[in-house]
């Protein structure tokens, strides 16, 4: 036969055998080996694999918006249990709990003071003498009410003229001259009546661990109003509440640390503190002589002693030693 007929008659096999990738492929899915093991690529765009026309989730609820808070009640100043004038009435007290004598009492209404005041010599500086203060006669005080949140009396018109604030078992006598000393020439003394005028040492070391839990309180009270203050005020009107707060402690100090045995007691500390506290909190618009108290001295729980582990700390509390 002749070529060219020859190549006529296998044309159409030719073109009916399928290419090798073709016959591949048909093999692949009739036996499930190719593509038709395989999932189905996702339409791009669609995150997490979710066709584009799947149904849509349902929506997710937002998280409900918060209630707005309501504001914070303002704070209110500390108010410590303010004495009462009477808790010193006829008592005999000395100046710093060492010498001298100061006795307040109540006539009808009127409240008077008499004193012996402590001092030394004028012509022997390094002499004791005592004065009588009004020539040892009582003087008639006036009530000046609670300015600075203790009771205040004054005497004004006497030759030495004094102030009077009571605390708690005793009385701070200040000068209204601007001295700390009352020179009386007529007897040779300079008499020094300035300080806090309270009970001996002696019946005051017994009560030291109540005016250490008290002195805390008093302590707190006098921060937490300071506090307040410089909250209220101004800006121009910080620095004297600031200049004055700095003073406290150095004024405390100065005033106590001629108290008789004070490091054994800390009666003075703690007077001073709570007449600070008062202070503070009268000037923050509180009536200390009416107002409940909201901060009381509450004892300090004890710790309760922890059981020894065993093999801790073997030389403490009696437990044995490790073995030799």
């Known amino acids: 036969m002749p070529p060219f007929n020859r190549a006529l008659l296998l044309a159409p096999l030719l073109f009916a055998m399928p290419a090798p990738a073709s016959a591949q492929n048909f093999f692949e899915e009739l036996f499930g080996i190719g593509r038709a093991a395989k999932p189905p690529v996702p339409p791009r765009g669609v995150p997490g694999g979710v066709p584009s026309d799947a149904p849509a989730a349902p929506p997710v609820d937002a998280p409900a918006a918060e209630a707005p808070r309501a504001p914070a009640p303002p704070k209110q100043p500390v108010v410590l249990k303010a004495p009462a004038e009477d808790n010193v009435m006829g008592q005999e007290l000395l100046r710093n709990g060492l010498d001298g004598n100061l006795k307040l009492e109540k006539a009808g209404g009127a409240v008077t003071a008499r004193l012996t005041l402590p001092?030394?010599?004028?012509?022997?500086?390094?002499?004791?003498?005592?004065?009588?203060?009004n020539g040892g006669a009582p003087a008639t005080l006036t009530a000046e009410g609670r300015p600075e949140g203790l009771a205040r009396f004054e005497a004004a018109g006497?030759?030495?003229?004094?102030?009077?604030?009571?605390v708690d078992g005793g009385v701070l006598v200040t000068s209204l001259s601007g001295s700390p000393v009352c020179t009386v020439a007529a007897s040779d003394c300079a008499a020094a009546p300035t300080g806090l005028w309270g009970p001996g040492a002696a019946?005051?070391?017994?009560?030291a661990a109540e005016f250490d839990t008290a002195r805390g309180v008093a302590d707190r009270a006098v921060r937490e109003n300071y506090r307040l203050m410089t909250?209220?005020?101004r800006g121009q009107d910080v620095r004297p509440i600031v200049t004055e707060q700095a003073?406290?402690?150095?004024?405390?100090e100065?005033?106590?640390r001629t108290y008789a045995r004070e490091g054994a007691h800390g009666f003075c500390n703690l007077r001073f503190t709570e007449g600070r506290?008062?202070?503070?909190?009268?000037?923050?618009?509180?009536?200390?002589?009416s107002a409940a108290p909201t901060a009381?001295?509450?004892?300090?729980?004890?710790?309760?002693?922890?059981?020894?582990?065993?093999?801790?700390?073997?030389?403490?509390?009696?437990?044995?030693?490790f073995p030799e």
């Open 296 to 321: 009381a001295a509450a004892p300090r729980p004890r710790r309760k002693p922890q059981p020894a582990v065993e093999g801790m700390n073997p030389d403490a509390g009696g437990a044995p030693g």
């Open 231 to 233: 909250q209220r005020a």
């Open 119 to 133: 001092g030394t010599k004028v012509s022997a500086p390094g002499e004791s003498c005592t004065v009588p203060w």
């Open 158 to 166: 006497a030759a030495c003229p004094l102030r009077f604030e009571v």
């Open 203 to 207: 019946t005051l070391i017994p009560r």
């Open 254 to 256: 100065q005033l106590c």
């Open 247 to 252: 003073a406290f402690s150095s004024d405390r």
């Open 277 to 289: 506290a008062l202070a503070l909190a009268t000037r923050l618009g509180i009536n200390t002589a």
